[in-house]
């Protein structure tokens, strides 16, 4: 089974700030209590307690598209690193990247991901984040996307999906320099205005660009959670795209979509943006789905 789910934090989540901006209910729910795990939570002391905590984490390697830009390995594993911490903030789980290779042969990003699992059979992690401009660019438009492929015969992850079980592996397209809330760059990779243009700033025309994080970004984007570093919008996504495998929902199952404010019982139009950025843009039930799935 294939599925795949866009990050859209640039425009999506924009417009759904700005339309429910305009229909906020009377009362708000309390803010919710975003969950804190110790890095002491371990994969053996989930099924027994005498055994010596080590932490548990979600194992990936990471695939470098080198024809569309470079990373380096200590680029990689720093960005899985920053992954690592928000995930562990968020869930019992860290990401811990076990391989890194450079794939240079082209193709789609299928074909980028079975070549590493059709030659890493004995020993395959629990998922695969491939940096990369994307299939037809989505990735370097977006930031990123997931999808899941098949493993090989006798194959079983760790993760047991809800969405597709646990014969899987768990793929996400990750653009690495990613520019969150670009400001004045168009369609161009160089910039084209000193303020917004063509939908950027959650569609915000006219807003001012400031120099931040080495590049030009939305002044009203600054303070953001995503803007607090270079790569954090990055870090972000790993773990966005890892959980829209657990997600039933796909795109529906982001944070501030009706059918999220349902499942969490908030009322109709309900939207924190700071809340939306610790939560990666996933729903909080996404992060339950993943917790529930681990099985040794």
Not at 24 to 38: C, I, K, N, W
Not at 65 to 75: A, L
Not at 171 to 199: E, L, R
């Amino acid at each position: 089974m294939r599925t795949k789910s866009y990050f859209l934090f640039n425009i999506v989540i924009g417009l759904l700030a700005l339309l429910m901006a305009c229909n906020l209910p009377g009362g708000s729910p309390a803010p919710v209590t975003e969950p804190s795990f110790s890095v002491t939570d371990t994969r053996q002391s989930m099924t027994d307690t005498n055994t010596p905590l080590t932490p548990i984490y979600f194992e990936v390697a990471v695939i470098v598209d080198t024809t569309s830009e470079p990373v380096s390995r200590d680029q990689a594993q720093n960005l899985v690193t920053d992954a690592n911490n928000i995930f562990f903030n968020l869930t019992p789980f860290g990401v811990y990247m076990v391989d890194f290779v450079e794939d240079g042969a082209g193709g789609t990003m299928d074909d980028i991901a079975n070549r590493y699992i059709s030659s890493h059979t004995s020993a395959l992690p629990d998922g695969i984040i491939i940096f990369s401009f994307g299939d037809n660019g989505q990735a370097r438009l977006y930031g990123g996307y997931a999808f899941t492929l098949p493993g090989p015969a006798g194959f079983r992850n760790l993760f047991n999906s809800p969405v597709v079980g646990n014969t899987n592996l768990y793929i996400g397209i990750v653009h690495y320099s990613h520019k969150f809330a670009a400001c004045g760059y168009g369609d161009s990779d160089t910039v084209q205005s000193t303020v917004s243009i063509n939908g950027e700033c959650r569609n915000q025309p006219g807003t001012a660009c400031v120099e931040h994080n080495g590049y030009s970004m939305c002044s009203s984007a600054v303070d953001d959670l995503y803007a607090s570093t270079p790569t954090y919008f990055a870090a972000s996504t790993i773990i966005h795209e890892i959980l829209h495998s657990f997600s039933p929902g796909g795109n529906t199952d982001h944070y501030g979509t009706p059918e999220c404010n349902a499942r969490m019982g908030w009322p109709e139009g309900y939207f924190d943006p700071i809340e939306a950025d610790v939560y990666n843009n996933m729903c909080p039930f996404v992060y339950d789905n993943f917790t529930s799935s681990y099985q040794p």
